[in-house]
């Protein structure tokens, strides 16, 4: 079946940086664009980017462009996030995403902490 993990999350202080990945397994990953999403306490979820299947595509919402990138690894079946900048607003859970065969998948989310 579908299984999206996702590792990298901590805490860091305001203008630090952290690198999420996304190990992702039971479907043929390179067929699939790959997306992150993310969580703020009492916030709706909200797309963060997401990365076509070959990786030459990518697309960021306005509040994370030029500070984050995401890119993927086929021959690892994994996606990544690296944030750098980081500012107290992006404290939240981050989720990985695969629409596979019409059907949303989620990852269990990686907490993230921006704070001094």
């Known amino acids: 079946q579908v299984q999206l993990v996702e590792s990298g999350g901590g805490l860091v202080q305001p203008g630090g940086s952290l690198r999420l990945s996304c190990l992702a397994s039971g479907f043929v990953f390179t067929n699939y664009a790959m997306s992150w999403y993310r969580q703020a306490p009492g916030k709706e979820r909200e797309l963060v980017a997401t990365?076509?299947?070959?990786?030459?595509?990518?697309n960021y919402a306005d509040s994370m462009k030029g500070r984050f990138a995401i890119s993927r690894d086929n021959a690892k079946n994994t996606v990544y996030l690296q944030m750098n900048s980081l500012k107290p607003e992006d404290t939240a859970v981050y989720y990985c995403?695969?629409?596979?065969?019409?059907?949303?998948?989620w990852g269990q989310g990686t907490q993230v902490t921006v704070s001094s």
């Open positions: 990365i076509t299947t070959a990786g030459g595509g990518t």
């Open positions: 995403n695969a629409r596979v065969n019409g059907r949303r998948y």
